[in-house]
């Protein structure tokens, strides 16, 4: 029997996957679990049209990623921050100051979990970040971490 998986099923595919599977399976646990629907010929072309579209949408949101990575290189980050004695840092400067500062000063909204500095920030000076904006774009900045 081939039915096309509605969702990812565990050692048998991935969403949209039409594959052959044994009759008492795809009718007892495939079918009335929703995990599956049947594959004939109605369904195969709404599968291949999803497919299309969800291909379409994940170049669109790679496009979109390029842009902005293009956009996020031509742009300095400057941070503030409180020094002690011997210029040492009070606290640390992450991926969360980063996206604060884009967020205030040039109204990006970055996820502070997709910027990772690289190297540590022990006092002033300038540092390079990568930004995780698709699984396929990263891109780099500069930070520029200042007395303040």
């Known amino acids: 029997m081939k039915v096309i998986l509605q969702e990812d099923v565990k050692k048998l595919g ?3 996957a039409v594959v052959e599977v044994s009759d008492g399976y795809g009718r007892n ?3 009335p ?3 599956a629907i049947e594959a004939n010929a ?3 072309n709404n599968a291949k049209v999803k497919a299309e579209n969800r291909a379409r949408k994940l170049q669109q949101e790679a496009d979109e990623a390029k842009l902005l990575g293009a956009q996020l290189e031509k742009i300095s980050v400057t941070i503030p921050v409180k020094l002690g004695k011997d210029g040492k840092l009070f ?3 992450g991926g969360a100051d980063v996206a604060k500062v884009l967020k205030v000063n040039h109204s990006l909204n970055i996820d502070k979990r997709k910027i990772s500095i690289l190297g540590d920030v022990t006092g002033v000076g ?3 970040a990568v930004i995780k904006l698709h699984p396929e774009v990263t891109t780099k900045i500069k930070i520029a971490v200042v007395e303040g």
């Open 42 to 44: 109605a369904n195969l």
């Open 126 to 128: 300038t540092y390079d």
């Open 29 to 31: 646990y495939l079918l």
């Open 33 to 35: 679990r929703k995990l």
């Open 14 to 16: 991935a969403k949209g």
């Open 91 to 93: 606290g640390s400067v």
